[in-house]
């Protein structure tokens, strides 16, 4: 069992930058995949970045350039760092883990961009 708590949400206004933190319980961690989605209002819960075990990382086209997605392991957080935010950022951020075909995900944390 892991459990997902996100942190960091809030109201920005454009332009400006904010930093998500997952924290994830257990005494482990180590995933084969983790990362962040996002669900604007009235639409469909979308990729944003993704870190692999072996490294790898991905990001929607979207945010390529602004958000960066880093992991440490001593603290056992995952982290977004978002800069450059627009009004198109606007949603409910969730975590996610992937763990030997486990999915696990947090209860989202909004982030509210304004013009």
């Known amino acids: 069992q892991v459990q997902l708590v996100e ?3 809030g109201l920005v206004q454009a332009g400006g930058s ?3 933190s997952c924290a994830a319980s257990g005494s482990l961690f180590s995933f084969n995949a983790m990362g962040w989605y ?3 209002p009235g639409k469909q819960r979308e990729l944003v970045a ?3 075990r ?6 929607s086209d979207s945010v390529k350039g602004r958000f960066t997605i ?6 056992k957080t995952i982290y977004l760092q978002m800069i450059s935010l627009k009004p198109e950022d606007t949603a409910v951020y969730y975590c996610q883990t992937d763990r030997g075909g486990v ?4 209860q989202g944390t909004q982030v ?4």
């Open 7 to 9: 942190s960091g949400g």
């Open 18 to 20: 904010l930093r998500l």
């Open 38 to 40: 996002r669900q604007p």
């Open 50 to 52: 993704s870190i692999t």
């Open 54 to 59: 072996g490294g790898w990382i991905n990001y």
């Open 70 to 75: 880093s992991t440490d392991t001593a603290k």
């Open 103 to 106: 999915i696990n995900w947090g």
């Open 112 to 115: 509210t961009v304004s013009s």
